[in-house]
């Protein structure tokens, strides 16, 4: 199970007093094997959301935990991928992936058949010997999910993971998540600024404030998304070319909008 | 804006540059204004280069006495090595272990290698560990830092993400700590290496036979001028060479990880 709550969150970085308060009273529910999309301005506080389920940073007050249990350190059953990758450099894309399996113990022979599998899935298995370097942004990407994915965790945290790629491989990578993820679902937490990206992956989109950050609004996208038969579009510009999609960008746009200018006035 | 230098190029230059310095010096050795016995021509010096490896002087060839100071130096920085590499680690892993051996470091490591000669003979004599703890004295500092410096600045994302992974301590050290700091203890071994080899002759000074050093000190004390001009070159071709070689290791290590853009 993969059941994520923040109560009553706040996070204040530096003193509690004089610090810079990132977070206000954040409360929000992730059912199990939803997909939840967190959508903000810079600097509004979604990142350290992701980072306090991560384990990497902890709440000032308040409680994040995931199937009731507060959440301590960093952990396997809370996978996590990155904006800029985090591969090891002097590792194989191979043992990349191997060493979340070690640390959990897994026999030989069932490490060699999961990372064979995931490879497979990920259009992989001619890269297992490459390292990092070799790869392009995208490749290494999916590396970085494969080694999230290969560990069958209850959660999965995405931190903006395709900002740093070009826009071509970014839409290629959201179809292939899109694909992943209902073929494979699980708890996913994602963080991200584009807003059509979030439309189109998520289940439910969280938008948020500036700085303090506090949840503005939650939208139902699934139910839309099934009413609408998105899914039955193969190409990603043909769900973006549908008028229920169009609308909820469009509504989430001018929700960051005012929130951008209030940031600036 | 500077042109991009090819490889060729770069290779004539440095020629040019080799031999428009040996040129000097010949026509400076002809031109009579410094006695030979302060400047022997080019041609001079090489002939006692060859004779030497051939020849006995001070008790033995000029490739014995290289023998002789290279496995002084060897041990010297073998020791520093093993001794210096762990040690900048574990002060760049752990802060207290900084706090702690940090200032008396820093302290003794402005002490230069030659400045150990005295305390070296009162402790050895004339025997090899002499050379060996002057030799450690010019090899260790370099090592410690690079190693500390390799230590401290690992990427913090990827010790985030080894610590989603569920990596325990003793892995995290062995596959991510140790494998980042690579790069650093390489450069780190590159300088020691030579600042090691550069110690050398100073090293030499208490020792009662053979290296080149001790070579050279006996080509002065019989006003051999050329004798001592062969030491310094073969000094500078071995320092060379070990430079080379690990320079070479730098770069293979680079490529590998993808560290030379």
Excluded at chain 1, 45 to 60: D, I, P, S
Excluded at chain 1, 156 to 163: A, I, Q
Excluded at chain 1, 173 to 190: C, D, G, H, S
Excluded at chain 1, 227 to 246: G, H, T, Y
């Amino acid at each position: 199970m993969g059941v994520i709550e923040f109560q009553n969150v706040d996070k204040v970085f530096g003193p509690r007093e004089t610090g810079f308060r990132a977070l206000q009273d954040i409360n929000l529910e992730i059912r199990d094997k939803e997909f939840v999309a967190i959508v903000g301005p810079s600097g509004c506080g979604k990142t350290t959301c992701l980072r306090m389920v991560a384990g990497f940073e902890n709440a000032t007050d308040g409680i994040v935990s995931v199937d009731g249990t507060p959440i301590k350190r960093p952990g396997p059953d809370r996978a996590v991928v990155f904006q800029q990758f985090a591969l090891f450099p002097w590792k194989s894309v191979y043992d990349n992936i191997d060493l979340g399996l070690r640390n959990l113990n897994v026999g030989r022979s069932e490490r060699e058949a999961r990372i064979a599998a995931i490879l497979d899935l990920m259009n992989l298995t001619q890269y297992a010997k490459h390292f990092p370097h070799q790869l392009s942004g995208g490749m290494q990407q999916r590396v970085a999910i494969a080694r999230a994915y290969v560990l069958d965790p209850d959660v999965l945290l995405m931190d903006e993971p395709f900002g740093a790629l070009d826009a071509q491989t970014r839409v290629v990578m959201q179809e292939e998540l899109v694909r992943l993820a209902r073929k494979n679902p699980r708890t996913v937490l994602f963080i991200t600024h584009a807003v059509e990206e979030a439309v189109y992956l998520a289940d439910r989109v969280a938008i948020m404030t500036r700085a303090p950050g506090r949840i503005k609004e939650v939208l139902d996208v699934a139910s839309i998304r099934n009413a609408e038969n998105w899914d039955s579009q193969e190409k990603i510009e043909d769900v973006m070319d549908l008028e229920s999609f169009v609308h909820l960008r469009t509504h989430i746009w001018r929700s960051l909008r005012e929130e951008k200018a209030a940031q600036h006035s | 804006m500077q042109k991009q230098i090819s490889f060729g190029q770069s290779l004539t230059l440095g020629l040019l540059g080799l031999l428009g310095f040996i040129g000097l010096w010949h026509g400076l050795a002809l031109s009579g204004l410094i006695s030979s016995v302060f400047l022997p021509s080019p041609l001079e010096v090489y002939d006692r280069f060859s004779t030497l490896t051939e020849r006995r002087f001070a008790g033995a060839t000029l490739p014995g006495h290289l023998a002789a100071s290279f496995e002084r130096f060897a041990y010297g920085f073998i020791l520093a090595a093993l001794i210096g590499i762990p040690l900048g680690l574990l002060m760049g892993w752990y802060q207290i272990l900084d706090e702690i051996v940090s200032p008396l470091f820093d302290a003794l490591r402005f002490v230069a290698p030659i400045a150990w000669v005295p305390f070296a003979a009162l402790w050895f004599g004339t025997g090899i560990g002499g050379p060996i703890m002057i030799i450690f004295a010019g090899a260790f500092p370099p090592c410690v830092i690079n190693a500390y410096r390799g230590a401290k600045f690992v990427d913090p994302r990827l010790i985030e993400a080894a610590n989603m992974l569920g990596t325990p301590s003793h892995r995290v050290i062995r596959e991510i700590l140790l494998p980042s700091s690579v790069p650093s203890i390489i450069s780190g071994l590159r300088v020691s290496a030579g600042l090691g080899w550069q110690s050398l002759v100073g090293a030499e000074l208490i020792v009662a036979s053979a290296g080149v050093g001790y070579m050279m000190v006996q080509g002065q004390a019989n006003v051999s001028t050329t004798t001592v001009m062969a030491g310094m070159v073969a000094i500078g071709l071995v320092g060379l060479t070990l430079d080379s070689a690990l320079r070479l290791a730098e770069r293979m290590i680079q490529n590998r990880r993808g560290l030379e853009h």
